[in-house]
């Protein structure tokens, strides 16, 4: 994690940041209302920020589908505190398990541990929750070591559908090496404190309904549009037939909008929703400000000098701003106009446990797949390359020796 008021010290522009709720986009007005939703409050705990041009880039909330006891029962993977949540989850499974006269049901419903999402994300955290209990939990609690079990649950007939088949195969084999189960073709349909009721679509296209026992479920598939955007979509005629999020034109405004830009989730802008979308709009937002501020600035001088030049003193001041006119109009024709975003997709990576990735890149006109113990590294060094700072680099390296050494932290807080 990287503190955002680490990365404002070092910007020599004035930032204000607010940690609040943004709770409420007023289009009409201009103005967004925020909350302060911390356990420490004030006098005032609401308020309103103006703004002359707003980027919305709040993300997306988990999609439930609408299927009962999703919301209530599960986990999710979306802000900091899921992580919390869920390792403290899977502490309390482990310790209730080895309570004294647990039924031999009880413990296996309890150390049954049910992924929902053949994504990368959902087959990340099934990969690293087979080697949190194989390289800690085995040797801290040994009497589970033959009952422990992770369930990866997925809708479609694969997992990584955006994967090559080579990798995926790959991935499912290594899955079956780790004892990790894979249900592809298998959709929720109810979820209870202690049960899933699900569909598994057999071969010959016929349905067998089925219950699964768990003991932490974790729900790592789909986005929903947040309240938020969904008021702010509802202010705005253009954007009446939208459902996933804000439509945005190529250059990421908000249609029907004129000062707002969406990047991330929250935008719909034909591409996946993933990190490295989100990532290089951001980067595009970024340059596209900074010609339009620049060309604010020439705009601004060049006016100046024409005004100084019609009550200039002498020939000689004439001459002087004649040449500032000029090499400010020079500037301006050289600033590069900043054309639509284009997304650059730089390929694919996902992590399979046992110290294995799997990886899709773009290479010249086609992907280069590969999988192993050399594209776990690689997979390694792509996830320190997106960490902001140094600081955050060192910090991880050291996160990971540390748990090399002396294995991850199983305390619950």
Known sequence: MEPVRNILRHKKATVKYY??????????????????????????????????????????????????????????LKEVGDAQAIRKKVMDCVETAIFKDQSPEEVERLLHMVVVGGGPTGVEFAGELQDFFEQDLRKWVPEISDKFKVTLVEALPNVLPMFSK??????????????????????????????????????????????????????????????????????????????????????????????????????IANYAPTAQVASQEGSYLARLFNTMA??????????????????????????????????????????????????????SLAYIGSERAVADISWLNGNFATGGGLTYLFWRSAYLSMCFSTRNRVLVIVDWIKAKIFGRDVSRE
């Not at 974790?218 to 705005?236: C, E, F, H, Y």
């Open 19 to 76: 940690e609040a709720d943004a709770t409420k986009i007023d289009y009409e007005k201009n103005v967004v209302s925020i909350s302060d939703d911390s356990e420490v409050k004030g006098d005032t705990t609401t308020n309103e920020v103006p703004f002359d041009m707003l980027v919305v880039g709040v993300g997306a909330e988990n999609a439930t589908f609408g299927i009962a006891g999703v919301k209530e029962h599960s986990c999710f």
């Open 294 to 347: 620049k060309k604010e600035y020439l705009d601004g001088e060049i006016s100046r000098f024409h005004a100084e030049k019609e009550t200039a003193p002498s020939d000689a001041n004439t001459a002087e701003l004649d040449n500032q006119i000029q090499t400010s109009e020079r500037l301006l024709r050289r600033l590069k106009q900043i054309g639509p975003f284009h997304y650059s997709h730089q390929g």
């Open 166 to 267: 080579q990798l995926i195969d790959y991935t499912e084999k290594t899955f079956k090496d780790e004892k990790i189960t894979v249900r592809t073709k298998t959709m929720v349909k109810n979820v209870t404190d202690k049960t899933i009721e699900a569909e598994f679509t057999n071969p010959d296209g016929s349905k067998t309904s089925e219950t699964l026992p768990y003991g932490l479920l974790v729900w790592a598939t789909g986005n929903a549009v947040r309240p938020v955007v969904k008021d702010l979509m509802s202010q705005i005629p253009a954007q009446k037939n939208s459902r996933r999020g804000l439509a945005v034109n190529e250059y990421l405004v908000v249609e029907g909008t004129e000062n707002i830009w969406a990047v991330g989730d929250c935008a």
